[in-house]
């Protein structure tokens, strides 16, 4: 069975500091591996999605992610950070059966 | 507009009540999924469908039906509410299963508070 976990459940960074959001993944079979973010009263947006193709993702917002398969890890990045950046943010997988599985989510928190 | 549509977007019931949350796919889109976002249980799956069948089923509340109509629609029935079910309920779709697409829009939700 598919599964993420994401390392942290709060991030807090400064405007203008490296974002890293930790996520992990369990897969029997190649994963497809997505991040989705939620701001305040909204629903869920797509920022970027593996796959199978290259490990570096680019998304929306200057995000991106990188596939490492001996890791299973698919941490998403933003070399800046922005005031608007606050928000929380999802990592699923796509399982067997076509839906996707979430992890926890991480609030990501963005100091002035 | 993510061109996935719920309605209501807000719904206050009693306890007891029974409500009609749907869902209007994004066009083209044949599977529906109905998510529940809590704050003691995250993104939780409930239930998928795919062209009007039932695909795969989650934690889904035996009090909690579903279906998909011919015109691709979807409606999740929440019966018999308890203060619990207070969450925000999302729909996503997607045209999966097709291989090589594997986009899955959501819908704004509809956030469900039960009193």
């Known amino acids: 069975a598919q599964s993420v976990t994401q390392l942290g459940s709060h991030v807090s960074v400064s405007e203008g500091a490296l974002v890293l959001l930790r996520c992990n993944y369990s897969s029997s079979v190649p994963p497809y591996l997505f991040w989705y973010v939620q701001y305040p009263n909204q629903g869920l947006q797509l920022l970027l999605k593996?796959?199978?193709?290259?490990?570096l993702v680019k998304g929306i917002n200057g995000f991106e992610a990188e596939f490492k398969k001996s890791e299973t890890s698919f941490h998403l990045t933003k070399p800046s950070a922005h005031m608007s950046d606050a928000a929380e943010y999802f990592c699923a997988v796509r399982d067997s059966s076509y839906k996707l599985i979430f992890g926890s989510g991480t609030r990501l928190l963005v100091r002035p | 507009d993510s061109g996935v549509t719920q309605t209501p977007k807000h719904l206050i019931t009693a306890t007891g009540q029974r409500v009609t949350l749907r869902c209007s796919p994004r066009?083209?889109?044949?599977?529906v999924y109905w998510y529940q976002q809590s704050l003691d249980q995250g993104l939780q799956f409930l239930i998928q469908?795919?062209?009007?069948?039932?695909?795969a089923k989650g934690n889904i509340l035996e009090r909690f039906s579903a279906q998909q109509f011919p015109d691709l629609h979807s409606e999740l029935n929440l019966s018999s509410l308890e203060l619990g079910d207070s969450a925000l309920y999302f729909c996503?779709?997607?045209?999966?299963?097709?291989?090589?697409?594997?986009?899955?829009?959501f819908g704004s939700g509809t956030r469900l508070t039960v009193v």
């Open positions: 066009s083209g889109d044949l599977s």
């Open positions: 469908y795919y062209n009007g069948e039932e695909r």
């Open positions: 593996y796959t199978s193709a290259a490990t």
């Open positions: 996503a779709s997607s045209v999966v299963p097709r291989t090589g697409d594997y986009g899955y829009t």
